[in-house]
């Protein structure tokens, strides 16, 4: 149980609550002005991302089809633009500065034992969606990260599996239901939650709402308040990764949202770029 004295109080809560609303006004606004204001641009720029970097994992990545608007992978591209406008207004302007005072004030050792320690927690989901895939190799590997790194890592501060060469292996529901042969749907934009699809979805719901996990012993609104620095600690990791951003932002965040899940689905056995040229090489994300 996490003690109470440890989180903030609730007063700090309800003036963050007040700042996010008003934001989320504000953007609203500024959306609804863009958007009324010139109509959507048709033919985007070719999404490509900058040869591959140790930190991310990322390839040189293929020219795009430049009709990303009749992609039959995203029928809904008008709308899930829209939606990619307000997040993207909402993570300038709440997330993203939060995050970078997070790596500002936050020493290293500090940050990766923030991260490390969520990682740790995310091993029961990793056991549970091993076992619904009969993966039982990888369901002894998370099982044995969640004990050593626990036991031997302070809770889970330090990785200390993955110096024992047992490095994580990420499942999930989505990734479930990908294996016993559900298919991905059309792809959509969410509000706030970022990129997914009708399966993802219904896998973050049911991994959030009906698994099991540690998150159920900590009492609420305490629990929010981890899943907050949890967020902040994400997006803090991802700064980094922005420069290899290029082209059109939309379709960069698509493709290595889509290329990622099937990257994870298939274990590491991607076959083929679903939105690259027939005629291009394929973009491998092992790790974005």
């Not at 829209?82 to 993203?96: C, H, P, S, T, Y």
Request: glycine share 8%; charged share 20%; proline share 6%.
């Amino acid at each position: 149980m996490i003690q109470h004295k440890l989180w903030p109080c609730p007063l700090f809560l309800h003036i963050c609550g007040a700042l996010v609303m008003l934001t989320l006004l504000f953007a609203a606004g500024q959306l609804q002005a863009q958007t009324e204001g010139q109509p959507q641009a048709q033919g985007r720029a070719l999404g490509q991302a900058t040869e591959q970097t140790e930190s991310t994992g990322l390839t040189a990545a293929a020219p795009l089809t430049t009709n990303s608007s009749g992609h039959k992978r995203d029928p809904y591209e008008n709308w899930n633009r829209k939606v990619f406008a307000f997040n993207e207004v909402a993570d300038r302007w709440i997330l993203k500065p939060v995050a970078r005072t997070y790596r500002a004030i936050m020493p290293d050792v500090a940050d990766r034992g923030v991260t490390n320690l969520f990682n740790n927690l995310s091993e029961f989901s990793n056991f549970t969606n091993s076992v619904l895939q009969l993966k039982l190799e990888s369901a002894v590997v998370a099982a044995g990260r969640f004990t050593f790194n626990t036991v031997f890592g302070l809770g889970g501060i330090f990785d200390v599996a993955s110096a024992w060469d047992l490095p994580e292996r990420p499942e999930d529901f989505g990734q479930t239901l990908g294996y016993w042969g559900s298919g991905a749907g059309s792809y959509l934009m969410l509000p706030l939650l970022g990129p997914s699809n009708p399966r993802d979805f219904v896998g973050f719901a049911f991994n959030r709402f009906v698994l099991p996990s540690p998150w159920d012993s900590v009492d609420s609104p305490y629990n929010w308040y981890a899943r907050g620095v949890q967020l902040v600690d994400i997006r803090a990791d991802l700064i980094p990764a922005e420069d290899l951003i290029s082209g059109d932002r939309y379709v960069f965040v698509r493709n290595a949202y889509m290329q990622r899940r099937e990257f994870l689905i298939n274990d590491g056995k991607v076959q083929r770029d679903p939105f690259a040229a027939d005629d291009s090489d394929d973009l491998m994300l092992d790790d974005f």
